[in-house]
């Protein structure tokens, strides 16, 4: 079972569809700990709603951050990180104590449309405004840079000609409810190997 923190900035809807598909057994995790750097975040209402502990590091120095999560990560025995919707970087202290052991969402099919301030709707209206026709979500191991590391697994959504960002948005994050408790669940049948910077998923 995936002892899962799960970092949030946001409105929290992936957290609370991981939340769903433990309470439906569809994934064999629990969610130890709740992070967020931003004390308003909707998400954290959620969680300690829920009871589950939660961290907010806003305010706080890079450097402290780190050492605080590393603590609070620590003394909740969490062993496996979801990123659902964190916009802030992870302290590399962070990211090297998780290795392989830590996955983000995307709303879109890396390594299109990722990278530094490519978050929530700026990623719609980048694929809106190149004219691609398909469009989808990505979940993928996490390393220092925004948005790049082995693709766990991706599905893709058509783009209609007559969509706006709040429909794209609307129907990638529907496949984001789904692939996301899929993805969480091969690791917690240890199913995921990485060679090589690729990903392979045993039967
Ligand atoms: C989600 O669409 C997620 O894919 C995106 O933020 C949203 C958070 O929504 N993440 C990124 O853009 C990361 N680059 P939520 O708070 O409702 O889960």
Partial sequence: MLQLAVFVSGRGSNLRSIHMAIKERRLTAEIVAVVTNLDSAPARSFA??????????????????????????????ADFIALAGYVKLIPAEVVAAFPQR??????????????????????????????VQVS??????????????????QRSVIVHSDDTVDSLAERVLDVEHTIYPEALQLFAERRVEVIDNRIFIRN
Wanted: proline fraction near 6%; include cysteine.
């Fill in 48 to 77: 300690e709603g829920e009871g589950i502990p939660c961290l907010s590091v806003e305010g706080k120095f890079p450097d402290e951050q780190a050492r605080v999560m590393l603590d609070f990560l620590e003394a909740q025995s």
């Fill in 136 to 153: 989808g979500a990505t979940v993928h191991l996490v390393d220092e840079e925004y948005d790049r590391g082995p693709i766990v697994m």
């Fill in 102 to 131: 830590m996955v983000n969402i995307h709303p879109a099919l890396l390594p299109a449309f990722g990278g530094k301030g490519m978050y929530g709707r700026r990623v719609h209206e980048a694929v809106l405004a190149s004219g």
